[in-house]
C-alpha cells in the first residue's frame, strides 16, 4: 500500500526520494573492469579546414584557450569584474558534478536492445529511455554512452567479473568482459528512442546496462568562454566591462521629452507604444555603451519585437548582420518561422549544431539550414557572409568561434588582406561583421552560455579603429523559470539578463517597473530632464489572459503593472463550472492523498488526475479543441497518472497536452487545468530542498498561472498551499470571488499575510461587475421585473427625474405616486 498518512512520527527520517532500488549485482558490473570498445563517432565539421579555405595565411591561428585554474570561490564573495573568472570557475565546476551525478542517477538497468532492422550492417541499436521527451540533460547525437552486455551463469544469477586477478590480487577484465562506447546516432524524443552505433556487438542476451556520460566539450566551451572574458576584463576591455558592468556612468543623459510618435515604417502595424518605443531606441544608439534590455512578462509580445527589431536593423542600413540566439533549440525555430515570412534563406540561417537530430527540426525551417553530407554544417564562407540574419542557439554560437567567424577573427582576416595588398598605406576604419546580438529569452540562459554569443559579436581590442561597436540587446522575463541546471549553485541559475536587471542603473531608473505608483510605471515629464536615458523597457500590454487570470501573476511578480488587451477572452464563461460568474478561474478544494511510487519514482495523486481529466472532459464536451486543453503538474509522476487515466477516456485525444510544468513555458492554451499534486505538509522541506513541487517556488508558480487565455482551474488542499504567501493570495482571490469549489462545509480562513490584497486588476473587476449588476437592476425595474419596496421608491425616484427633465422653467413642478396621492 502507498504511504499516504501525513503524521510525521511514523516515519521521521524516511527520504521519499531514495533513489529505485537496483540490485547489487547489476550495480558492480558497471563499476568491474571491462576492455573498452570504441564505435565510429559521429560525424562533425572540420573547422582546420573550413578556416583555411577563407582564410589562409590571412589569419593566425587561434590562441590557446585560457584555462581556468583557481581556487574555490567562497560562498559569500559577490561576483565583480576582477574575479569574474574564480567565480565561474568554481559555478562551472559545481555544474558539471552536479550533472554527472545525475546522468548516473538516469543510468539503465536490466534494459532491452533491438536491433534496426533497416540497418543492413546491423551496427545500429533501438533503446528506450522513459522521460526522455521531458528530460533537461543534454542527451544528443554523438554523445557516448557506455553499454555492458549482461551475462549470467548456470544458477541464473549475473555475472559481475570473471575473476581474473592480477599479482596483487586485483581485478582484471577477461576476454568477455566489454563495455561497449557507443555513439548516440539518432535522438527521438517524441518516441522516447535512441538510436546506438555499437561496433562488434554481439548479442549474448536481450539485457544490457547503460550509462550515459558527461561530454567534456560542452563544458570546455563554458570554460573556454569564462576564460576568455576574465582575461579581457584583466587587461581592461572597455566594451566588455561596459556590458557586463553597466554603471551610470556608461549611460547617456536625455534633455528632451520623447517625440509623440515615432518615425518608424513598421513591418508590423500592430506594434504597441512600449514596443515601438524599446525598437526607436535601440534603432537610434542614444543610451549608452550598454546591454539594452527589453522586460516583458508572459503575452507581452517579447519574440514580436524581437522579429520587428531584427527587420527594422536590417531596413535601416542593408548592409548589417545582426546575429540572434536563444537558449533552446525550439525557441530559435520560432524566431525562424517567424522572420521566415520576410526573409529568403539566401538572407537567413539558421544555424544547428551537428548533434542536433533531424527528425526534431520542422520542415518549414529545413530551407534555412545548410546540410553538408548528412549532416548540420556552416555555409561556404562566401554565403555565409551573405547571411543577414543568422539564427542560432547561445551554446551552438561556438560553431562561429571555432569557424573563426568573431568579429575579432573577421577584422583580423579582413585587416591582413587589406596589410597584404596596401602595406605602406594607412589602414581604414573597417566596419565590423556583425551590428547586432539579440538574445531572445535571455532569462532562460545562464550567465556563461549568454558569454558565448557575446565573444562573437565583441569587437577587437582598442587600438583597432573600426566604424561602429555592435549593440546588444538581451529580452527576457527575470521572473519566470530561468536556466535548468542539475545544480543549485545561484551563479548558474541566474540569467546573465536577470543579474544586470539588478543592477542600479535599471532598478534603481525613476522609470522602473519597481517603481509603479498604483500600478503604473512612471511617465517621463519635462520636471524630470535632464535624465539618463533608460536603456530598457517594460512591457505591460497582455495579449493572452483574461483580466481575473492576469490579476494575481501581475500582483505578485509584476508590480500590478499588466494592462489585459486580449480579446474573446469570455468566450468560455458560459462553462457550467463558472456558475454565471464574470471570472473564469476557478479553486477545486482536494484533499484526498498523495502518494509515492514503490520504487521511489515520484509523486502522483490518483484522485486529483481523476478531476483534471473529469474537468478536461467537460471542456471538449463545452466544443473546445482538445488541443486548446492542457493538464499540468510540476511532479512527472502525476503526468503519467493523468496521461493513463486520459487514455482510458475513449473522447481524450492524444491531442490534449498533458505534461510536466516547465515543458509549457512560453506556451498558452484556452483551458489551463493545474494539478498541484501535493495534499501533505510533512514532505514540503524534502520538495523545497531539491527545487521541486510548485509551494515556495514562485518562479513556477507564475508559470503556472500565466498559461490559460481564457480557463483556468486550480485543483489542491489549501491547508497545504498557504503555507506559501504567493500561494495564499491565489486562494484569497478565488474566496473573495465566489471561485472556490469543493471542500463541503470546510471554511477556509486566510492567514495573515502582506501578499494578500485587492489588485488594480481585480478593483477593475469589480467595478465592471458592479456597473453590470446596477445597470441589470435599472433594466428589471423598468420592465416591471421587481415588485419589491426597493422598486417603489426607485420608481419614485425614476418619475422625479422625468418631470424635471420634460418641466419647462415657468411651468409648475407636480409629483405623483402611481396611486394617485
Not at 550515459?212 to 587587461?235: D, I, M, N, P, Y
Not at 476557478?586 to 502518494?595: A, C, K, P, Q, W
Not at 484522485?607 to 503538474?633: H, N, T, W, Y
Amino acid at each position: 500500500m502507498p504511504d499516504t498518512s501525513d503524521t510525521p512520527q511514523a516515519t521521521s527520517h524516511l527520504d521519499v526520494y531514495a533513489e529505485p532500488y537496483v540490485p547489487l549485482s547489476l550495480k558492480l558490473l558497471n563499476k568491474a573492469p571491462a576492455h573498452r570498445i570504441a564505435c565510429k563517432p559521429a560525424a562533425r565539421i572540420d573547422f582546420d579546414a573550413y578556416v583555411n579555405a577563407f582564410a589562409g595565411a590571412f589569419l593566425e591561428d587561434a590562441p590557446a584557450r585560457p584555462l581556468l585554474f583557481s581556487p574555490h570561490l567562497d560562498d559569500n564573495e559577490s561576483l565583480d569584474q576582477h574575479n569574474y573568472g574564480k567565480f565561474f570557475k568554481s559555478a562551472l565546476q559545481r555544474e558539471t558534478d552536479a550533472q554527472q551525478e545525475d546522468y548516473v542517477r538516469y543510468s539503465l538497468y536490466h534494459v532491452p536492445l533491438w536491433q534496426n532492422p533497416e540497418d543492413v550492417p546491423l551496427l545500429t541499436f533501438r533503446l528506450r529511455v522513459p522521460g526522455l521527451r521531458e528530460s533537461f540533460l543534454p542527451i544528443e547525437v554523438g554523445d557516448i554512452v557506455l553499454v555492458r552486455q549482461i551475462r549470467y551463469d548456470m544458477h541464473g544469477y549475473v555475472v559481475t567479473s570473471s575473476g581474473i586477478v592480477n599479482n596483487r590480487g586485483e581485478p582484471l577484465p577477461g576476454p568477455l568482459d566489454i563495455c561497449y562506447a557507443a555513439v548516440i546516432w539518432v535522438v527521438d524524443r517524441f518516441s522516447e528512442t535512441l538510436h546506438l552505433r555499437i561496433d562488434h556487438l554481439v548479442p549474448a542476451s536481450r539485457f544490457f546496462n547503460v550509462c550515459f556520460t558527461l561530454q567534456v566539450s560542452r563544458h570546455a566551451a563554458l570554460q573556454a568562454a569564462v576564460g576568455e572574458v576574465a582575461e579581457q576584463l584583466k587587461q581592461g576591455n572597455v566594451w566588455l566591462r561596459c556590458t557586463l558592468f553597466p554603471g551610470p556612468e556608461d549611460g547617456k543623459l536625455q534633455r528632451t521629452l520623447n517625440a509623440a510618435r515615432y518615425d518608424l515604417k513598421l513591418f508590423d502595424d500592430l506594434l504597441n507604444h512600449e514596443q515601438m518605443r524599446a525598437i526607436n531606441t535601440v534603432l537610434h544608439e542614444d543610451y549608452g555603451r550598454v546591454p539594452y534590455l527589453i522586460s516583458g512578462p508572459p503575452g507581452t509580445g517579447k519574440t514580436k519585437t524581437v522579429v520587428e527589431l531584427a527587420l527594422q536593423l536590417l531596413a535601416q542600413d542593408e548592409t548589417k548582420h545582426v546575429l540572434i540566439c536563444a537558449p533552446s533549440d525550439s525557441a530559435a525555430d520560432t524566431l525562424v518561422r517567424r522572420l521566415s515570412s520576410r526573409l529568403s534563406p539566401v538572407e537567413l540561417l539558421r544555424l544547428n549544431s551537428t548533434a542536433r537530430s533531424f527528425p526534431e527540426v520542422p520542415d518549414a525551417i529545413l530551407p534555412y539550414c545548410c546540410v553538408d553530407d548528412r549532416i548540420f554544417s556552416i555555409p561556404r564562407f562566401v554565403d555565409f557572409m551573405r547571411k543577414q540574419i543568422v539564427v542560432t542557439t547561445a551554446r551552438d554560437a561556438e560553431l562561429l568561434r571555432r569557424a573563426r567567424l568573431t568579429n575579432t577573427d573577421l577584422f583580423d582576416h579582413e585587416l591582413g588582406v587589406y596589410s597584404a595588398y596596401h602595406p605602406r598605406s594607412p589602414v581604414p576604419s573597417l566596419l565590423l561583421h556583425w551590428d547586432a546580438l539579440i538574445i531572445d529569452e535571455a532569462a532562460q540562459a545562464t550567465e556563461p552560455e549568454s558569454l558565448i554569443p557575446l565573444l562573437v559579436v565583441a569587437p577587437p581590442s582598442s587600438q583597432h579603429n573600426y566604424a561602429r561597436e555592435p549593440r546588444v540587446v538581451l529580452v527576457g522575463d527575470q521572473n519566470q523559470l530561468g536556466p535548468r541546471t542539475s545544480s543549485k549553485t545561484s551563479a548558474v541559475q541566474r540569467s546573465l539578463f536577470e543579474r544586470l536587471l539588478g543592477r542600479s542603473l535599471y532598478t534603481e531608473h525613476p522609470l522602473a517597473r519597481a517603481k509603479e505608483k498604483g500600478g503604473h510605471i512612471p511617465r517621463l515629464t519635462s520636471e524630470m530632464l535632464p535624465i539618463l536615458r533608460p536603456p530598457f523597457v517594460d512591457l505591460i500590454r497582455n495579449y493572452r489572459s483574461h483580466p481575473g487570470i492576469l490579476a494575481i501573476p501581475s500582483a505578485l511578480f509584476y508590480h500590478d503593472t499588466l494592462e489585459p488587451v486580449a480579446e474573446d477572452t469570455d468566450a468560455l464563461l458560459d462553462w457550467p463550472g463558472f456558475e454565471g460568474r464574470d471570472i473564469p478561474v476557478v479553486f477545486h478544494d482536494h484533499r484526498g492523498s498523495d502518494e509515492i511510487e514503490s520504487d521511489g519514482g515520484g509523486w502522483y495523486n490518483v484522485s486529483e488526475a481523476d478531476i483534471a481529466v473529469d474537468l478536461a472532459r467537460s471542456f471538449l464536451k463545452q466544443g473546445v479543441p482538445a488541443a486548446d486543453v492542457c493538464i499540468m503538474s510540476p511532479f512527472s509522476a502525476q503526468v503519467k497518472v493523468v496521461r493513463t487515466k486520459a487514455r482510458a477516456q475513449g473522447f481524450i485525444t492524444a491531442s490534449v497536452n498533458i505534461g510536466p510544468l516547465e515543458a509549457f513555458q512560453g506556451l498558452e492554451f484556452r483551458v489551463v487545468i493545474i494539478c498541484t499534486t501535493r495534499t501533505r505538509n510533512r514532505f514540503l522541506d524534502q520538495d523545497t530542498a531539491r527545487g521541486l513541487g510548485i509551494i515556495y517556488e514562485p518562479k513556477r508558480l507564475n508559470v503556472a498561472l500565466t498559461r490559460a487565455k481564457q480557463a483556468m482551474i486550480v485543483i489542491g488542499n489549501p491547508d497545504v498551499l498557504d503555507q506559501d504567501p504567493n500561494w495564499a493570495a491565489f486562494l484569497a482571490f478565488c474566496k473573495r470571488n465566489d471561485a472556490w469549489r469543493g471542500g463541503d462545509d470546510y471554511v477556509w480562513q486566510a492567514p495573515f499575510c502582506r501578499n494578500i490584497r485587492i489588485s488594480r486588476l481585480e478593483k477593475q473587476l469589480r467595478a465592471r461587475r458592479e456597473a453590470m449588476t446596477s445597470a441589470l437592476d435599472d433594466d428589471m425595474r423598468r420592465l416591471g421585473l421587481s415588485n419589491d419596496a426597493e422598486t417603489a421608491v426607485y420608481e419614485e425616484g425614476v418619475l422625479a427625474e422625468q418631470a424635471v427633465a420634460n418641466a419647462s422653467d415657468d411651468e409648475p413642478l407636480y409629483l405623483y405616486h402611481k396611486s394617485g396621492q
